[in-house]
């Protein structure tokens, strides 16, 4: 094998290396790096990886920069080709304004926002050249540059003949390693969630989704405990609202159970995270119309979220105790679904009127939250894609956020403003509650008084009722669930938000433990 070529540049005092692969004939290595705006006059100014790699080359890339046309704004790019015999294409991205940090108004990093999108975008241009090895500049914040790369080129092409070029991505420089792998993980537990909220319902029923979450835990074995619970273990717990959903499909149900020991010696009580598990929601007897009803492969977005945050969580080796929930299952019509009017009975005791059969994913939760009080949590998080009516109130904007806890609320907040991936706190009134609780034949009525007014805030009040921890949050994920083009560093597709939110939250929480 040939010896590596370096080009050794003098960065500030300092020496940052860039690494070139041997050529094989195989690999097309290519370079992304960025460009601040500066000033009023169009002027720019260059990133440390790029102002090193300009002087390399001394000054052509400023040149070409300042002869190829308006200064690179926000958002815009330019490739060049054959500047450097290690990196024949290299992408050059504008990030905005160097300095911009936390935006009020928007609730979260304008910088970091800008790096993950321009990283992102540069990837991917590359990735269309056909480049399958790319440089990543840090852009003085690794973490944020290594999430746009990895999260930038995922796409679901598992299924397709022809398939995206596959690219290695690196850290150009000596720059902040620990950064850069922090980010590659927080991204590919983001992709995690993508990968299986994206494929087909035939391809990841409730025990296809449990075995491959077993298979990603299992590289961290020694402090993870994956329990799969069957459909008797199911009964055993007196779970009747789950199980009146899973009786339409013939699927069995799964009840996964994920115990993440990062504080094995610990005897802090555990944080506790419950997501939504339909891997397809037909609506059941209350069936949803057709056109669009392909993208409810993805009503297991809840647990593929929480899921994929503990994967991540044990991959950072983050010092925390974590108990994920997932209770599994079809929501489908068949003649022994649930039937509009039917009453079932919940693991704590309380009758639940089925008005709506498509309002599954309240009734599969309200036993998992019974549940979750039994590992007496320091905090219970619930993530479910529940309600039409938060995508409707929000859009893509955010997560709606309803809980009991300013102080849970805080911490997700924070959270949120460091990931760009935003969340939103919203109404959890007792005008709710009894909208909920005037039920003509039982306790509860599962879609409340007046199903078409304020749906997402009946839904988690109705959740609410199934809860006695005093630090309890339920993120409604609808309007999230998938990506048009409103996040730029996400493709089209399903999104996987916000696992990233949730690595955050939980990071935080260990490091105050």
């Given amino acids: 094998m040939l010896p590596l070529r370096r080009a050794f540049l003098a960065v500030r005092g300092r020496q940052c290396r860039l690494y070139s692969t041997p050529n094989n004939g195989n690999a097309r290595?290519?370079?992304?790096?960025?460009?601040y705006e500066e000033g009023e006059d169009c002027s720019f100014r260059l990133t440390e990886t790029a102002a090193g790699f300009d002087k390399a080359l001394s000054g052509k890339l400023s040149d070409l920069l300042k002869i190829s046309g308006p200064a690179l704004k926000k958002g815009k790019n330019r490739i060049f080709y054959g500047l450097h015999e290690d990196f024949p294409f290299v992408a050059v991205l504008g990030l905005g304004k160097k300095n911009a940090g936390v935006c009020g108004a928007e609730n979260w990093d304008t910088c970091k926002e800008?790096?993950?999108?321009?990283?992102?975008?540069?990837?991917?241009?590359?990735?269309?050249?056909?480049?399958?090895?790319?440089?990543?500049?840090?852009?003085?914040?690794?973490?944020?540059?290594?999430?746009?790369?990895?999260?930038?080129?995922?796409?679901?092409?598992?299924?397709?003949?022809?398939?995206?070029?596959?690219?290695?991505?690196?850290?150009?420089?000596?720059?902040?390693m620990a950064g850069w792998e922090k980010g590659i993980l927080y991204g590919e537990g983001q992709n995690l969630a993508r990968l299986l909220m994206e494929a087909p319902a035939n391809h990841i029923t409730p025990t296809v989704f449990a075995d491959t979450i077993e298979e990603k835990l299992a590289l961290y074995a020694e402090h993870v405990a994956v329990h799969k619970r069957p459909q008797a273990w199911i009964e055993e717990q007196q779970m009747g609202a789950f199980l009146?959903?899973?009786?339409?499909?013939?699927?069995?149900?799964?009840?996964?159970?994920?115990?993440?020991?990062?504080?094995?010696?610990?005897?802090?009580?555990?944080?506790?995270?419950?997501?939504?598990?339909?891997?397809f929601d037909s609506g059941g007897i209350s069936l949803k119309p057709s056109s669009g009803m392909d993208a409810m492969r993805a009503d297991m977005?809840?647990?593929?979220?929480?899921?994929?945050?503990?994967?991540t969580a044990a991959a950072l080796k983050l010092?925390?105790?974590?108990?994920?929930?997932?209770?599994?299952?079809?929501?489908?019509?068949?003649?022994?679904?649930?039937?509009?009017?039917?009453?079932?009975?919940?693991?704590?005791?309380?009758?639940?009127?089925?008005?709506?059969t498509d309002a599954e994913g309240r009734l599969i939760l309200a036993d998992a939250l019974c549940y979750a009080h039994t590992f007496n949590p320091r905090a219970i998080v619930n993530i479910a894609t529940l309600t039409g009516a938060m995508d409707v109130a929000l859009g893509s904007a955010a997560t709606g956020v309803f809980t009991n806890s300013d102080w849970l609320w805080e911490q997700l907040h924070k959270a949120s403003v460091v990931t760009g991936d935003r969340v939103w706190r919203m109404p959890l009134y007792q005008h709710y509650t009894r909208q909920v609780t005037d039920s003509q034949l039982?306790?509860?009525?599962?879609?409340?008084?007046?199903?078409?007014?304020?749906?997402?805030?009946?839904?988690?009040?109705?959740?609410?009722?199934?809860?006695t921890a005093t630090h309890w949050a339920h993120l409604d994920i609808a309007g999230v669930m998938s990506n048009k083009d409103e996040v730029p560093y996400l493709r089209k597709g399903m999104s996987g938000r916000p696992t990233r939110t949730l690595v955050e939250f939980a990071s935080r929480l260990a490091s105050k433990t």
């Fill in 319 to 356: 010092p925390i105790n974590i108990v994920g929930l997932a209770p599994l299952c079809e929501n489908m019509p068949s003649g022994k679904a649930n039937k509009p009017g039917d009453v079932v009975k919940a693991k704590n005791g309380k009758t639940i009127q089925v008005d709506n």
């Fill in 244 to 279: 009146s959903v899973s009786k339409g499909s013939e699927e069995p149900p799964v009840f996964l159970e994920l115990h993440y020991n990062g504080c094995p010696d610990n005897t802090q009580a555990p944080l506790l995270l419950v997501g939504k598990g339909i891997t």
């Fill in 301 to 311: 977005g809840g647990a593929a979220t929480v899921c994929a945050s503990i994967v």
């Fill in 114 to 176: 800008n790096i993950r999108a321009a990283m992102s975008a540069g990837c991917r241009l590359l990735q269309d050249l056909e480049v399958n090895h790319v440089e990543v500049d840090s852009c003085d914040d690794a973490q944020s540059a290594a999430e746009g790369a990895i999260l930038g080129l995922f796409q679901y092409d598992q299924l397709k003949s022809k398939k995206k070029t596959k690219v290695i991505t690196q850290l150009c420089g000596s720059g902040d």
């Fill in 442 to 467: 039982a306790d509860l009525n599962n879609i409340g008084k007046y199903s078409r007014s304020g749906g997402a805030c009946t839904a988690a009040a109705f959740l609410r009722e199934f809860v």
């Fill in 29 to 35: 290595k290519g370079l992304v790096l960025g460009v």
